[in-house]
């Protein structure tokens, strides 16, 4: 009878540590937060300019934690990337307080808000405008979620 119960233990034991050991793991901050960045967000307009931007999109993706952009030559021309803060392609990370992306090749955007569900993000960085020659000025971006 003892023997049966210790069997029986070992046998419960084994089973709690193989249930336990199979329950998915928790995204960490970081994971969740690229999550919510993962898309492809319209840029809609920028506070320096007085009509809207159209035509240009960047598009997150969690595999390698790579970035695009689409339109990049109307974001050149709307004189914001002198300091060549887009690039058409390459790879992001976040910092540690998850509130800046940094691009590479390219440079840092700060992100003031983001909000999946509504679909509105909105980063900021610095750089020239409106002549590459000009003191760097506050840039902010207002994107959209692309359906």
Known sequence: MKRNIKLLSLLALSFIIFVSSCKPEEKSEKEKKI???KGTWNIV???VLDEALSGVSITFTVEGAAYSVSGLQTFIDANLN????LAAEGTFSLNDNLDVVSLSPGGDLTIA???KETGDLTLSYQAPFPKGTDDPTSITLNLELAN
Do not use: F, M, P, W
């Not at 002198?82 to 803060?85: A, G, L, N, R, Y």
């Open 45 to 47: 307009g920028a506070n």
């Open 35 to 37: 999550e919510e960045l």
């Open 82 to 85: 002198h300091d060549e803060t």
């Open 113 to 115: 808000t983001l909000n």
